[in-house]
């Protein structure tokens, strides 16, 4: 479904936004998103990484393109136009849905079991206006939003949709998180990862980074002195659960990984490596340069280091 994988560029020709493409895999991306919008009839200027139409039935005219490349990455050039036109075939029907639902948006009853919890980095949130959005700062670069989780769309709940409903932030946190774990369920698998073993979280739709706000309920998954956690995108999560020095070696390996799975998306969240230990998650900040790369640990996680012991 999912795999962990090594970012590269093979064309200079490739645009930055795509550079997950190889030339030829670029090419196909284009010649798909072509085919569809001339069949529609739809005129467009292709721009960077997002493209400009005409006169359409989306609702909006400038759409973007890497999330919908990332997803065609995953897959074989030959399948790039079904999921080309899945994707913007979707957008008309969310346009239309929400027609619908705007009118009962206010209704809490009504639209309570389309609220759910999503993980974002921060800049999205930020690109929205946090003040037009519902959420909380997860940790690191990570804002956990209020969403409505709808049939071909996944929307912010807005502070004015929800000041009628007449509840807590926390209250609706509830409700919704409680809404993704009964309506999705994700894959959980021990791996082999070089030298050690992690946890690899994996999900095809757009919530598995969920299973951080449950982690009390998967003991394996955290060990005597916390675990290391990533959250690369929105459909892998990587745990490592720290019991000795091993996990020196571990850092060293995870973070270019991490990184490499959230230049290539899709639904990039976080770049970020995660301790997490007694419910808290803290970040641990890293630098990578060519062919280096600088960890700088905070004092209590240096601390946890000078305790362990090398692996029995």
């Not at 062919?291 to 004092?299: A, G, H, I, R, S």
Request: net charge negative.
């Amino acid at each position: 479904m999912f795999s962990i994988f090594k970012r590269y560029k093979d064309n200079q020709e490739v645009p930055e936004w795509a550079s997950f493409f190889n030339g030829s895999e670029y090419s196909d991306f284009l010649k798909a998103v072509d085919n569809y919008f001339n069949k529609k009839k739809i005129t467009y200027e292709l721009g960077d990484g997002m493209i400009m139409t005409g006169v359409n039935d989306f609702s909006f005219n400038n759409l973007g393109l890497t999330n919908l490349a990332q997803v065609c990455k995953q897959d074989k050039p030959r399948n790039y136009g079904s999921i080309v036109s899945e994707h913007f075939d979707s957008m008309v029907r969310a346009n239309q849905f929400d027609t619908e639902f705007n009118k009962i948006v206010h209704d809490f009853d009504n639209v309570k079991k389309y609220i759910g919890v999503r993980l974002y980095p921060n800049d999205y949130a930020a690109n929205i206006g946090k003040e037009l959005t519902i959420g909380k700062d997860f940790a690191g670069d990570i804002y956990a939003m209020l969403v409505f989780d709808l049939p071909d769309s996944i929307t912010n709940v807005q502070p004015e949709q929800a000041d009628k409903w007449g509840k807590s932030l926390d209250e609706l946190f509830e409700v919704g998180l409680q809404n993704i774990k009964t309506n999705y369920s994700s894959d959980i698998s021990q791996q082999k990862f070089n030298e050690f073993t992690i946890w690899f979280i994996q999900g095809n739709h757009f919530f598995t980074p969920n299973i951080v706000f449950e982690l009390s309920n998967y003991p394996n998954l955290v060990g005597s002195k916390g675990s290391l956690i990533g959250i690369p995108h929105r459909h892998s999560v990587i745990i490592y659960p720290i019991e000795n020095i091993e996990v020196v070696t571990a850092i060293n390996q995870l973070i270019p990984t991490i990184y490499g799975m959230n230049s290539e998306g899709p639904g990039s969240v976080s770049n970020n490596l995660f301790w997490y230990k007694d419910g808290r998650f803290e970040n641990l900040p890293y630098k990578i340069e060519v062919n280096k790369l600088q960890f700088f640990p905070p004092d209590n996680f240096l601390e946890l280091l000078n305790t362990l012991t090398e692996k029995s």
